[in-house]
């Protein structure tokens, strides 16, 4: 266990569906990540929050639309997603955004779109 | 351009023998470099670092890796690999991003790793 957890592991949802992934961290660590993970390709950073405060990331679209109430909760709110966003969803923490400190990983949420 | 290039999507390697999955860079400044592991169905998990110092950092699982600065490389070592370190292993290097100062890390596209018995 790396100390991130993530609900749900599995979603399978429509294109008209709203839903959202939740992950939580229980390591005092005051950054938080959604990534997106395709296969054969670099993982995408999708959202970076520090001390609950979102950083930006302009390239994702707003179909995604995530959610930082406290320093140890993240949350990813879906609505009318594509079949191309089906992937899996890391959420990661690190100590903070200095860049020097270790990501640790959530299992991941792997999403598929119908 | 910062980006990191992992040109081997897999190796292939006997049980006991050494193995090398490589890595290069290429970003301004100080390179923070990683290497991390992700089993199937698991999220990825961290190996080890370089920031600074000693250019041969020893990690977990039995792993190190070697910073060449003139190479901009990072490659992963292992002097006797086990059929347990079959997985998907991922490099990624700090970049300043946005404002602030900020950095996020840049990641490479992932090596599979295949050990023999």
């Known amino acids: 266990e790396t100390g991130v957890t993530q609900t749900p592991r599995h979603l399978v949802m429509g294109m008209t569906n709203k839903k959202s992934l939740k992950c939580e961290q229980h390591l005092g660590h005051n950054a938080m990540y959604w990534y997106k993970q395709s296969a054969k390709k670099p993982l995408e950073l999708m959202f970076v929050?520090?001390?609950?405060?979102?950083?930006e990331n302009n390239s994702v679209p707003s179909r995604f639309s995530p959610e930082c109430p406290n320093s140890s909760h993240l949350f990813l709110h879906l609505h009318t997603l594509q079949p191309e966003d089906s992937a899996l969803y890391l959420c990661?923490?690190?100590?903070?955004?200095?860049?020097?400190?270790?990501?640790?990983f959530g299992p991941g949420t792997r999403l598929t779109v119908t | 351009a910062q980006s990191v290039a992992q040109p081997e999507d897999q190796v292939n390697v006997a049980e006991g023998n050494p193995l090398t999955v490589k890595c290069t860079y290429s970003v301004s400044g100080n390179p923070y470099l990683f290497w991390y592991v992700q089993y199937p169905n698991r999220g990825l998990q961290f190996l080890l670092k370089?920031?600074?110092?000693d250019n041969l950092v020893k990690g977990s699982y039995g792993f190190e890796a070697e910073f060449n600065k003139s190479q901009t490389s990072f490659h992963l070592k292992k002097p006797s690999a086990l059929v347990s370190d079959s997985a998907l292993y991922f490099c990624a290097v700090r970049a300043a991003w946005g404002r602030n100062s900020n950095y996020q890390l840049i990641w490479g596209a992932g090596t599979k790793l295949i050990i023999k018995p």
């Open positions: 990661a923490s690190s100590q903070d955004l200095t860049g020097g400190y270790e990501q640790y």
């Open positions: 370089y920031i600074t110092g």
């Open positions: 929050y520090s001390l609950e405060e979102r950083v």
